[in-house]
């Protein structure tokens, strides 16, 4: 892979014929993805009940209640990648020797990572 990412001529293509999605089927794709994620369950129930008091009242509004603040954190974040990404990708795409160099980047990383593939213990 390394070498065939380093062979290839020109800039990375990038296909800008992608199809157009409504938001809500966008928003729909991030809540399965988010709900069928089991890592992310198991750090509701692994990690959020040790913030809960043993005699709390109502542990079950307690944890909805971490949870929440858990994914408003988590959304403000996702929201300000999305908008970095959004505007760093115009710029990297447009400059051919910006591509050259990540294609570079993505070569030498697959070679790191065959030779690291070939040399782990079994």
Known sequence: MAWQTL???GALAIDTSVQA??????IATGILVNILNPKLSIFFLAFLP???AANEAHPLARMLELS???MAMTLVVFVLYGLFAASVRDRVISKPKVMSWLRRGFAGGFAVL?????????
Do not use: T
């Not at 999605?21 to 966008?26: E, F």
């Not at 065959?114 to 079994?122: C, H, I, N, V």
């Open 50 to 52: 040790q913030f809960i």
């Open 7 to 9: 062979r290839e001529q």
């Open 114 to 122: 065959g030779a690291k593939l070939a040399f782990a213990e079994r």
């Open 68 to 70: 929440g603040a858990f």
């Open 21 to 26: 999605r409504s938001n809500d089927r966008v």
